[in-house]
């Protein structure tokens, strides 16, 4: 009788990209994450909470659970990195960079696979220079200007079917996007020396929501800060990070730090939560290289969110130039903001100095 083939060693965390067991290790399970985490709360599965996935990965770097098995891959993007564990951890667990290293293993296991060189290619190609992302922009502009039936002919294949059905899906495209060119824009009155600000224009933000960068300038420049739209600057970086894409990452943080030093502006502003998360992560992200550690850290602590920034000039002089707007507003939250950044009084004390604003707060604005 034939001795059976042993079977192979589960596949596990190698390289300094690995999830940092220390981390992991700081978890005691008491489950406080649970009511915060929206995973959870869905499928009140414990794989799906933060403790079960920090679990998983400690019986992945253990050899108890093999890499790419099928629950570990699907629970590590399951997740939707909100952070909002991190908040009420009393351990101070860094959760987010616990996933975002797993994910990154799991991706370099994957590199064999036809779909996972597929999709890392798109990623690196229309996110890795921000010349090729508004191209790819403009093109989706362009064609939701040809009108389609509004309903698909029978002799359409299934592939165009479902193009059209997620072509309804993308938010419409403004007529003019955003570009960084080293724009200068001065104060809109004269006022008491205010910190100059350099702008990311942001490669979702420029585009698809460019009107809220043109806004961002206005009352930037409307509460006395001169603002500078820097050239040379590219994608945050957040989503190569958390498709598991480090070293786009760190490529895009390394060019971006370029382009603002150059700028010569004292503090760097971000109007888009993920954004302004991923760049006051930069001195994490790059501090395994002697040549950028310290210049991501200083370059991390001037980020700010720009309602952090304009909540912190507050005074009783903005307070008289603002105009009354009388309607009841209520605030939904970025859960990048409130968790990742730590900022939530910020947007609620600008809302509420405006003069006939009525501000109802909502259940669960995180």
Same mark, same amino acid.
């Given at each position: 009788m034939s001795t059976p083939a042993p079977l192979p060693a589960p596949r596990r965390f190698t390289g300094p990209d690995a999830p940092d067991r220390s981390e992991a290790d700081r978890c005691v399970r008491c489950g406080l994450c649970l009511p915060s985490c929206p995973t959870y709360r869905v499928?009140?599965?414990?794989?799906?909470?933060?403790?079960?996935?920090?679990?998983?990965?400690?019986?992945v770097d253990e050899g108890?659970?093999?890499?790419l098995n099928p629950g570990f891959v699907a629970q590590m993007h399951?997740?939707?990195?909100?952070?909002?564990?991190?908040?009420?951890?009393?351990?101070?667990?860094?959760?987010?960079?616990?996933?975002?290293?797993?994910r990154t293993q799991i991706t370099r296991a994957q590199r064999g696979q036809l779909a996972t060189r597929?999709?890392?290619?798109?990623?690196?190609?229309?996110?890795?220079?921000?010349?090729?992302?508004?191209?790819?922009?403009?093109?989706?502009r362009a064609s939701q200007r040809v009108t389609l039936p509004a309903r698909a002919p029978a002799w359409w294949p299934n592939w165009l079917r479902n193009l059209t059905q997620a072509r309804t899906l993308l938010p419409q495209m403004p007529a003019a996007?955003?570009?960084?060119?080293?724009?200068h824009y001065g104060p809109a009155w004269e006022t008491a020396a205010k910190p100059s600000v350099a702008l990311l224009a942001g490669c979702v933000m420029g585009t698809v929501f460019a009107?809220?960068?043109? /806004?961002? =300038?206005? +009352?930037?420049? #409307?509460? @006395?800060?001169?603002?500078?739209?820097?050239?040379?600057?590219?994608?945050?970086?957040?989503?190569?990070?958390h498709l598991g894409l480090p070293d786009l990452a760190r490529d895009l943080a390394?060019?971006?730090?370029?382009?603002?030093?150059?700028?010569? /502006?004292? =503090?760097? +502003?971000?109007? #888009?939560? @993920?954004?302004?998360?991923?760049?006051?992560?930069?001195?994490?992200?790059?501090?395994?290289?002697?040549?950028?550690?310290?210049?991501?850290?200083?370059?991390s602590a001037r980020v700010r969110d720009v309602t952090e920034l304009l909540a912190a000039g507050l005074d009783e002089e903005h307070r008289r130039r603002l105009h009354a707007v009388p309607i009841s507003v209520t605030y939904q939250e970025p859960c990048h903001l409130a968790h990742a950044q730590r900022i939530s009084a910020a947007p609620r004390a600008l809302l509420r100095a405006i003069p006939g604003l009525h501000m109802i707060e909502m259940e669960d604005p995180a």
């Open positions: 499928t009140l599965r414990e794989t799906s909470s933060p403790r079960g996935r920090i679990h998983l990965i400690q019986a108890r659970l093999d890499l399951q997740c939707l990195d909100c952070r909002a564990c991190e908040a009420v951890c009393p351990s101070g667990v860094d959760y987010g960079h616990l996933v975002e290293a797993a597929a999709l890392t290619a798109l990623v690196r190609w229309v996110f890795g220079d921000l010349r090729r992302f508004h191209r790819v922009a403009g093109l989706v996007f955003v570009v960084a060119t080293g724009q009107p809220t960068d043109r /806004a961002t =300038l206005r +009352v930037l420049t #409307a509460w @006395g800060h001169p603002v500078t739209v820097p050239s040379g600057q590219e994608c945050c970086g957040a989503i190569a990070t390394r060019r971006n730090i370029r382009a603002f030093e150059a700028s010569g /502006a004292d =503090l760097i +502003v971000s109007n #888009a939560a @993920g954004c302004g998360a991923a760049l006051k992560d930069y001195g994490h992200l790059l501090r395994d290289e002697p040549d950028w550690a310290e210049r991501a850290r200083r370059f």
